[in-house]
């Protein structure tokens, strides 16, 4: 389904990715993880095609990706949805306009200045937004609304381009613990019930262990790791991040200590 082939790229002298190959052949949910300045970023980017690479090849279904120019390129970008950490939507628009403009490499730029869409785009738009549980949310305005609710927006506007591959770059990584999970809850379900492939760029360990089928672990450009969750060990993780003997876990984790009896104490005060 996808073969990355010895793709690299180089900023200045120094290359950000650097030779990576791997085969994906299946839709499956994939983590990639590593540390700050690992490649993972740049290596999405790449399959997005908003980096060029420097090298290699990205084939998907038999054509490199990597050569698409023009309308071809537009096309595979609307394949294949990304979602971002910090959401990228517009924030005083309304949050259904928002979904919409998951279209915008299909439409021509007029119809898209004065907000006329057809009615079946409004009509997918509202039954994908029910889907992801925030119907109610449309007629708001996106900056309205919470981090998690706003990154399911993201995901709603991802789904109108009906992806192939969803691409998703730290997408938890503003959000609480609680709005992390219905994140990553709702990439899950895209990923089984509509067997779209999801490659997800992720900066904690549990999150990969609890959600990927396949983890691919990079350091300093390069493929470290590529297992299953199983696999992926504390000292393999060690040497993913980079750390020494006394690498804790705990700091790569999102999860917060459950405090039961502040929990009571505090709802105790709300129900007086
Ligand atoms: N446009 C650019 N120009 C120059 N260097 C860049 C550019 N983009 C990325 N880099 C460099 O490439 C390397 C990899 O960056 P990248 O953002 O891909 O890493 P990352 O693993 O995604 O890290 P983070 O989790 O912090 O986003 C870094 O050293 C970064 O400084």
Aim: proline letters at 4%.
């Amino acid at each position: 389904m996808l073969e990355v082939r010895n793709v690299t790229r180089i900023f200045g002298t120094r290359a950000a990715v650097d030779n990576i190959s791997f085969t994906i052949d299946r839709p499956a949910f994939v983590g990639i993880i590593g540390r700050s300045g690992a490649g993972k970023s740049t290596f999405l980017r790449m399959m997005n095609r908003l980096t060029d690479a420097s090298s290699g090849q990205i084939m998907v279904e038999g054509q490199d990706i990597l050569s698409l120019r023009g309308p071809a390129r537009r096309a595979w970008q609307s394949h294949c949805a990304m979602i971002f950490q910090q959401f990228n939507l517009v924030p005083r628009m309304d949050v259904a306009s928002n979904v919409l403009h998951g279209l915008l490499n299909r439409r021509s730029t007029l119809a898209t200045m004065f907000n006329l869409w057809p009615r079946n785009d409004i009509l997918r738009a509202l039954q994908i937004l029910d889907r992801l549980g925030i119907a109610e949310q449309a007629p708001k305005r996106a900056e309205a609304l919470s981090g998690g609710q706003q990154q399911r927006v993201a995901i709603a506007r991802a789904l109108m381009q009906d992806p192939k591959i969803i691409l998703a770059d730290e997408p938890i990584a503003s959000l609480d613990p609680m709005n992390a999970q219905v994140v990553m809850d709702t990439l899950k379900r895209i990923n089984i019930e509509d067997g779209r492939m999801v490659i997800a760029n992720l900066h904690t360990l549990d999150t990969a262990r609890r959600y990927c089928d396949r983890v691919i672990g990079m350091r300093d450009g390069r493929i470290v790791f590529d297992g299953t969750p199983a696999q992926l060990s504390t000292g393999v993780a060690r040497d993913i991040y980079g750390a020494d003997a006394s690498f804790n876990e705990a700091a790569t984790s999102t999860a917060i200590p459950a405090d039961t009896a502040a929990d009571h104490a505090y709802a105790e005060r709300l129900l007086t």
